[in-house]
Structure formats: structure tokens, C-alpha cells
């Protein structure tokens, strides 16, 4: 797929699908998002299909606000666009296992997701990024920006010590627009798995039974054995969010997170309003960007932008594990 290359966003506003609000669709048992329409190349407009189970439409497209910084739009814009991605595959994904807080870096198919995450989104403004302590999002998120058609770059801010704060200033104005700050936080981490980090989950399956392990993964408030529950993750997930992330967007600034499927879940259910019955079959596939629309106070829920040889990709769904 080549590289993002078009000058202006679209972004849908306007569902014409049988589910006409943006809340999540609870019809026949599933919360499901599509991709439909192509970015890059070529393409200016990003699309959204609603999927049923037996129909999809396509929603019409809008313009997405400039960023503040541009330098194009001089008044505060009242809407900003929020992008959340799961980090590509990681090296235990692809060996099935429990990874938690442990620090692992991105399969070359991960790689491959990531920079395709990014083709998707090549066209949205970003103008900060916050990512986990980890580096499996750290690289989702570096690996999308490569494709970004601003070309800035995406650069980690380091506040772990003053001197590291110190040693990393930049001191040209014109480099600093050039730039995109990165703020990574160990509350966007995976939940913690506890004892079950580093073990295989088919092996953790077949020895606890089916019905134990998916409690530990799925269930909202049972943790796993001195792990975090969704729940426990939640509260720091949801709370930085709030603290940190809310101001960044009412202010106007495009926002991207790359983290994780348990704290995504957990912000996704926020943003949802999801009960903890419904947030317990939401899954989020690897390294497919979820847009939402910051405005007016509101989340108001975009899907996932397309990539140009996609029928459907579903970065948000609904199954039975
Ligand atoms: O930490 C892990 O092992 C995965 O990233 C998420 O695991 P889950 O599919 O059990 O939530």
C-alpha cells in the first residue's frame, strides 16, 4: 500500500444506517464497526459503514476541523478528533502469551500493522500522542506517525528525572511546530496479569478449565491471581484519561492513543458508556484505528478509517470468546 499522500481530512458525520445514533448498537447482540471507504492513496474521504447482521451503509463524509496549530483555522476549534490503537502484534500474541505489563516489542507483522494503522489515519490531525510505558505501543505509535502526510516528528518527552527533562529541550520555535510531543504513561499499560504473565493461554486452559480462564480474562471484577481486574485497570486508566487526556481535547488539540486491549477496553467503555455486562464481549482487534469526535462535551463515535484494499476490517466487535 503506498503511502498517504492527500491534503485534507473527511471525516463522516451524518449515519445513514438503519442505527442513526452513535451510541453503541445494541441490536442482535453486537457492537460493530467497518471501514469503507479508502484514505490513501488517492482518496480524500474516510468513510464509515454501520454493520448489522444482514446490512451496511455507508455514512456521508464531513470535514474534519484543522489543527490549532496549523496556523490555517486562527479560532480555538470546538472539535477535536481522538484516535485510539491497540499496538500491533506482539511477540507473545503471536506465541499466545499472557503479556500484561511485560515490556515486549512488536512481531514484523506488528510492524506491518502498525505502519498500515497509520496509512488509515494519515489524513487526521494529530497533535499529541500519548502511549503506555510500553514499547509495543511506543513502536505502534512512532510506526503510524512515519506515514502521517504532515511528516512531523513524533518526539517522547522525558520528564522520568529533571536532568532528562533538562537534556531533552529543543530550542527552535520552528523545529517545536515541527514536532509532535509524545507522553507516555504507565496508566495506559495493559492490565496486569499477575501470575498468569508468561504463561501460554491455551496451557493456562487446559489446566485451570475454559470456564476459569475466561472469568480471569473477561469477567469485569475477578482478577487473576495478584493481577489487575478490568475494573482495577479502569480506575488509572479512566482517571489519566480524564485528568490528562479531557483538557487536551477540550482545548481544541487533536489527540491519539496507542495502548492496549484491556485499557482501550476499559477508555472505550467510558467513552460507550458501556455497562459491565456489555464491555465484557468487546474485543479490539490489533493495530485498527478507532476514531472518535471530540465535541461539545461529547464523544461521538467514528468507526474505523479505511484502508484502500479493505471490504471490512472490524476494530470493534462484539464476539463470543
Ligand atoms: O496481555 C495480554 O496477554 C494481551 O495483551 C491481552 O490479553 P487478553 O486477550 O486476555 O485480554
Known sequence: MAACTSQQALISVKPRCASASF???????????????????????????????SQS?????????????????????????????RHGESLWNEKNLFTGCVDVPLTPKGVNEAIEAGKRICNIPVDVIYTSSLIRAQMTAMLAMMQHRRKKVPIIVHKESERAHQWSQVYSEETKKQSIPVITAWQLNERMYGELQGLNKQETADLFGKEQVHEWRRSYDIPPPNGESLEMCAERAVSYFKEQIIPQLVSGKHV???????SLRSIIMHLDKLTSQEVISLELSTGIPMLYIFKEGKFIRRGSPAGPSEAGVYAYTKINT
Open 23 to 53: 451510541g453503541p448498537d445494541r441490536r442482535a447482540g453486537s457492537v460493530r464497526f467497518v471501514s469503507a471507504t479508502s484514505c490513501c492513496p488517492g482518496s480524500r474521504k474516510l468513510g464509515l459503514v454501520c454493520a448489522s447482521n
Open 57 to 85: 451503509s455507508v455514512i456521508e463524509p464531513a470535514k474534519l476541523p484543522s489543527s490549532p496549530e496549523s496556523g490555517s483555522n486562527p479560532k480555538k476549534s470546538s472539535e477535536a478528533a481522538l484516535i485510539l490503537i
Open 256 to 262: 491519539m492513543i496507542a495502548a492496549h486491549g484491556n
